[in-house]
């Protein structure tokens, strides 16, 4: 994950157009694709101010607090968000207190897989792409089910 306040993801956004006009077996697959794909913006708010590394890269210092928000659905189950793009980011009223990093499929996956000190797993119920646009909601058994195909897969040459 790295700091960014911008991604670009033209063909996910094609091919959720194209699966929300036709929403047949191999557009939803398509789509499953290319959000294994892409890169999507995450807010998060840190104890510390970023700062350049040596290289001209934003960092923080270790151990820096981080507060990843999440939203709620009407169970009270709640979910990282995940923006496919800035414009779609600035739909949420509370961006400007958070500052973005880029996150694919695998670092929330991670996320959501991770345990506490405590041993105890991320409460976090999964993660909801474009929650003011779309609202693909990706479940903790979607998640499952999804390690469990790239597990059988046979190996891409």
Not at 16 to 39: C, F, N, W, Y
Request: charged share 25%.
């Amino acid at each position: 994950m790295k700091f960014k306040e911008n991604v670009s993801n033209p063909i996910f956004s094609g091919a959720l157009t194209l699966m929300q006009s036709e929403p047949t077996v191999d557009h939803k697959e398509m789509l499953l694709g290319e959000i294994l794909r892409a890169e999507f913006l995450m807010p998060v708010r840190l104890g510390s101010e970023p700062f350049l590394d040596e290289d001209g890269n934003k960092t923080v210092e270790e151990g820096t607090d981080a507060f990843f928000p999440m939203l709620a659905n009407k169970e009270g189950q709640q979910f990282y968000m995940a923006f496919s793009n800035r414009e779609e980011l600035e739909k949420w009223p509370q961006y400007r207190d958070f500052v973005t990093m880029a996150c694919n499929y695998l670092d929330y996956e991670s996320i959501l897989t991770s345990k506490d000190a405590n041993g105890r797993y991320n409460p976090g119920a999964g993660f909801v792409i474009d929650p003011f646009g779309a609202k693909i909601v990706i479940t903790k058994d979607m998640l499952a089910n999804i390690m469990v195909r790239r597990d059988i897969a046979p190996p891409e040459d």
